[in-house]
């Protein structure tokens, strides 16, 4: 046997053993199934299946395996096994060839594939596994609850996703509408990502389930053929470099090596810089230099750009405490004013204790790369949405924004630049909305800036309330609000009666902007040209995964006159012109609720997109805290029954494309 042969016959032995470790999840009774005919005949499942046992034999050191499972299970499994198979399969050839056609270095790399080969192979055996448990526990039928569109077959014959990625779709939320398996997911990941040979498997199998389904790509250039694809489809995107930093590596200045190197927070505020520039390139691609119709913006989380979070909840505090009331004062978190920064910059330190020189360093730092943001972004004509956060953060996030609002959200220096520029994030959920929502109003035209608003309803009411409690209690919490009843509203009823409320009101006030406008256009001064209020005074981001709140936006739309309809005013098309695309778009997150954002672009007419996705991104390594912490964040997102319809909604097109119709299982 010559020399050169020996890797191939090494690796091709490892390879069938591995092949035959997946395939082992593969019954030989699926083949032979009574009811094999039906699953490709078109005919819909019974409501009680018959069951069948997988068996396999001790030939070929085979796994015996005994399980209770649906027909549907059998045809999918099977699906997603021969899928990660013929993957894996590829991968290896490609780096066989690759091997093979150098002679240098050949022990190096006869290791390196055998030890991705079997990554490749293993990963199909714990993707199969998987989908054991979830395929079999839950059955891919449409259950008696109503859908929140009635025609549901319409908006499933719209997606053009592969087969590939309903079947993940589908196993995502199978694993999200497990109770309790969302709060014990982070501590879950710690653990699993701890131990050497599990941490490879648990990275390989949250990359192919939950990372492809919710993270856009490693990078932001490797996001770009998903910005093509969802404007393809009539969509923006929202970019956000979604890494959290660890605070005791970010804090860590011991030793002259972390000196040296430059700090994560740094690295994160250089990467939104490239982050801009990216969504710029794209959107120069699509609509030139224009500055209107551009829809890939740029989300920023101040907390993951300094060296300590805390600093941020200390100078909350110290604004808390050194603020006057205001004639009509508004509820805990507050409203900034102009003087809220001025401790940064008037050189000395505050006679309380509440901020530190180490505070005021790292906060006049950010303050200083929130600038160089938002300067790239002006030159690069991308919008910045600025995150809220828990309630302790919000008063020094809020004086942050402010002043970057003030600064950057005005027609002053005459050019034609994206406006408005920057957008502040408005929870529904917090008490203080509809007053600081007026009192903002009031204040962008006192002081000539453009209002941007981005209206959620807010993703942690829980740890509010808890925190407040437990502060109430004497007990330690992060809560820094001095008023006795929590700072966000108790019921889920009265976050939605305020939501709508707010919703409404914005919605008035673009009228309202578009009308000053138009007249305001006629008006021509002879020596100065014409006036400075032609161009937008607001714009708005409804950030939603509600129907209700969505249909309401829709009809405020044209009952206001801002749009047309043809036909009912339930389901009729609208015709949304340019002048409210540019002041009002709507947003729900990368990977769910694509039912709300299909339904919204077949809707609407326009020449530019009313719906953006939230899109994060980053190297697997550093969102897995994103996943698992956004995870628990957003389950009021994914509560209500919105994982099960998620995951219905996956298995109705997974039928439709199976038998070639679609309708209900």
Same mark, same amino acid.
């Given at each position: 046997?010559?020399?050169?042969?020996?890797?191939?016959?090494?690796?091709?032995?490892?390879?069938?053993?591995?092949?035959?470790?997946?395939?082992?999840?593969?019954?030989?009774?699926?083949?032979?199934?009574?009811?094999?005919?039906?699953?490709?005949?078109?005919?819909?499942?019974?409501?009680?299946?018959?069951?069948?046992?997988?068996?396999?034999?001790?030939?070929?050191?085979?796994?015996?395996?005994?399980?209770?499972?649906?027909?549907?299970?059998?045809?999918?499994?099977?699906?997603?096994?021969?899928?990660?198979?013929?993957?894996?399969?590829?991968?290896?050839?490609?780096?066989?060839?690759?091997?093979?056609?150098?002679?240098?270095?050949?022990?190096?790399?006869?290791?390196?594939?055998?030890?991705?080969?079997?990554?490749?192979?293993?990963?199909?055996?714990?993707?199969?596994?998987?989908?054991?448990?979830?395929?079999?526990?839950?059955?891919?039928?449409?259950?008696?609850?109503?859908?929140?569109? &009635?025609?549901?077959?319409?908006?499933?014959?719209?997606?053009?996703?592969?087969?590939?990625?309903?079947?993940?779709?589908?196993?995502?939320?199978?694993?999200?509408?497990?109770?309790?398996?969302?709060?014990?997911?982070?501590?879950?990941? &710690?653990?699993?990502?701890?131990?050497?040979?599990?941490?490879?498997?648990?990275?390989?199998?949250?990359?192919?389930?939950?990372?492809?389904?919710?993270?856009?790509?490693?990078?932001?250039?490797?996001?770009?053929?998903?910005?093509?694809?969802?404007?393809?489809?009539?969509?923006?995107?929202?970019?956000?470099?979604?890494?959290?930093?660890?605070?005791?590596?970010?804090?860590?200045?011991?030793?002259?090596?972390?000196?040296?190197?430059?700090?994560?927070?740094?690295?994160?505020?250089?990467?939104?810089?490239?982050?801009? &520039?990216?969504?710029?390139?794209?959107?120069?691609?699509?609509?030139? &230099?224009?500055?209107?119709?551009?829809?890939?913006?740029?989300?920023?989380?101040?907390?993951?750009?300094?060296?300590?979070?805390?600093?941020?909840?200390?100078?909350?505090?110290?604004?808390?405490?050194?603020?006057?009331?205001?004639?009509?004062?508004?509820?805990?978190?507050?409203?900034?004013?102009?003087?809220?920064?001025?401790?940064?910059?008037?050189?000395?330190?505050?006679? @309380?204790?509440?901020?530190?020189?180490?505070?005021?360093?790292?906060?006049?730092?950010?303050?200083?790369?929130?600038?160089?943001?938002?300067?790239?972004?002006?030159?690069?004509?991308?919008?910045?949405?600025?995150?809220?956060?828990?309630?302790?953060?919000?008063?020094?996030?809020?004086?942050?924004?402010?002043?970057?609002?003030?600064?950057?959200?005005?027609?002053?220096?005459?050019?034609?630049?994206?406006?408005?520029?920057?957008?502040?994030?408005?929870?529904?959920?917090?008490?203080?909305?509809?007053?600081?929502?007026?009192?903002?109003?009031?204040?962008?035209?006192?002081?000539?800036?453009?209002?941007?608003?981005?209206?959620?309803?807010?993703?942690?009411?829980?740890?509010?309330?808890?925190?407040?409690?437990?502060?109430?209690?004497?007990?330690? @919490?992060?809560?820094?609000?001095?008023?006795?009843?929590?700072?966000?509203?108790?019921?889920?009823?009265?976050?939605?009666?305020?939501?709508?409320?707010?919703?409404?009101?914005?919605?008035?006030?673009?009228?309202?902007?578009?009308?000053?406008?138009?007249?305001?256009?006629?008006?021509?001064?002879?020596?100065?040209?014409?006036?400075?209020?032609?161009?937008?005074?607001?714009?708005?981001?409804?950030?939603?995964?509600?129907?209700?709140?969505?249909?309401?936006?829709?009809?405020?739309?044209?009952?206001?006159?801002?749009?047309?309809?043809?036909?009912?005013?339930?389901?009729?098309?609208?015709?949304?012109?340019?002048?409210?695309?540019?002041?009002?778009?709507?947003?729900?997150?990368?990977?769910?609720?694509?039912?709300?954002?299909?339904?919204?672009?077949?809707?609407?007419?326009?020449?530019?997109?009313?719906?953006?996705?939230?899109?994060?991104?980053?190297?697997?390594?550093?969102?897995?805290?994103?996943?698992?912490?956004?995870?628990?964040?957003?389950?009021?997102?994914?509560?209500?029954?919105?994982?099960?319809?998620?995951?219905?909604?996956?298995?109705?097109?997974?039928?439709?494309?199976?038998?070639?119709?679609?309708?209900?299982?």
């Amino acid at each position: 046997m010559r020399e050169e042969d020996k890797p191939f016959n090494v690796t091709t032995g490892c390879w069938r053993q591995i092949w035959l470790f997946t395939a082992s999840f593969m019954s030989p009774a699926f083949f032979a199934h009574s009811t094999l005919p039906s699953l490709w005949s078109g005919q819909p499942f019974q409501d009680d299946p018959p069951q069948s046992v997988i068996e396999f034999s001790h030939e070929d050191n085979l796994l015996i395996f005994a399980y209770p499972v649906q027909p549907a299970y059998l045809m999918l499994s099977s699906l997603v096994r021969k899928t990660t198979l013929q993957t894996s399969f590829r991968c290896f050839s490609r780096q066989f060839g690759r091997r093979h056609a150098s002679h240098s270095g050949r022990s190096t790399t006869t290791t390196l594939s055998l030890r991705r080969s079997f990554r490749a192979g293993l990963t199909g055996g714990v993707l199969a596994f998987v989908a054991a448990g979830v395929f079999g526990i839950n059955h891919i039928r449409a259950d008696s609850q109503a859908h929140a569109y &009635d025609d549901q077959d319409k908006l499933d014959g719209m997606s053009k996703d592969s087969i590939g990625a309903l079947l993940r779709t589908y196993t995502v939320y199978s694993m999200c509408s497990i109770p309790g398996l969302i709060d014990v997911a982070p501590k879950m990941l &710690d653990v699993l990502t701890s131990i050497p040979v599990a941490r490879e498997i648990t990275q390989a199998f949250v990359r192919i389930t939950f990372f492809d389904q919710f993270v856009g790509g490693d990078t932001a250039l490797q996001v770009v053929p998903l910005l093509r694809d969802l404007r393809s489809k009539n969509k923006g995107a929202l970019f956000a470099y979604s890494i959290e930093v660890d605070e005791r590596e970010a804090t860590s200045t011991t030793t002259k090596k972390a000196t040296d190197v430059e700090p994560p927070y740094k690295r994160i505020v250089n990467e939104m810089i490239r982050c801009i &520039d990216v969504a710029a390139d794209f959107e120069d691609s699509i609509v030139g &230099d224009a500055p209107t119709g551009r829809r890939t913006w740029v989300a920023v989380k101040m907390t993951a750009l300094l060296p300590d979070a805390k600093s941020l909840i200390n100078l909350s505090s110290y604004i808390l405490a050194a603020r006057k009331p205001l004639p009509e004062e508004v509820l805990f978190p507050g409203c900034p004013r102009p003087t809220d920064l001025d401790v940064l910059y008037d050189g000395r330190l505050p006679s @309380s204790n509440l901020l530190t020189h180490d505070d005021i360093v790292s906060l006049r730092e950010l303050h200083s790369d929130l600038r160089r943001i938002c300067v790239r972004a002006k030159e690069c004509g991308v919008k910045i949405i600025l995150d809220a956060e828990y309630s302790w953060y919000q008063p020094a996030i809020d004086a942050l924004q402010y002043s970057l609002m003030r600064e950057f959200n005005n027609y002053e220096d005459g050019s034609a630049h994206v406006q408005p520029l920057i957008y502040g994030t408005f929870q529904g959920y917090l008490r203080r909305t509809p007053s600081y929502l007026a009192q903002s109003f009031e204040d962008a035209r006192k002081h000539n800036y453009v209002l941007g608003v981005k209206l959620v309803r807010g993703a942690y009411h829980p740890h509010e309330v808890a925190a407040h409690q437990a502060r109430m209690k004497g007990a330690q @919490s992060m809560s820094i609000s001095p008023e006795p009843l929590p700072p966000v509203w108790t019921s889920k009823e009265e976050t939605d009666k305020c939501y709508n409320e707010c919703a409404k009101e914005l919605v008035a006030k673009i009228k309202e902007d578009i009308e000053e406008s138009a007249t305001m256009s006629n008006v021509v001064n002879f020596r100065k040209g014409p006036s400075k209020g032609k161009g937008p005074r607001i714009g708005v981001l409804f950030g939603t995964h509600n129907w209700t709140s969505t249909k309401l936006i829709l009809k405020e739309l044209v009952r206001s006159r801002l749009a047309s309809i043809e036909g009912d005013i339930e389901e009729g098309v609208i015709t949304v012109p340019d002048e409210v695309t540019e002041r009002l778009t709507l947003g729900q997150l990368f990977g769910m609720n694509d039912a709300l954002s299909d339904y919204i672009v077949q809707r609407t007419r326009s020449n530019a997109p009313m719906v953006i996705k939230y899109v994060p991104y980053g190297a697997l390594s550093e969102v897995m805290p994103y996943l698992s912490r956004r995870a628990i964040e957003n389950k009021s997102v994914l509560g209500n029954g919105t994982a099960q319809e998620e995951r219905r909604r996956a298995g109705r097109q997974i039928w439709a494309r199976l038998t070639g119709t679609f309708g209900s299982l």
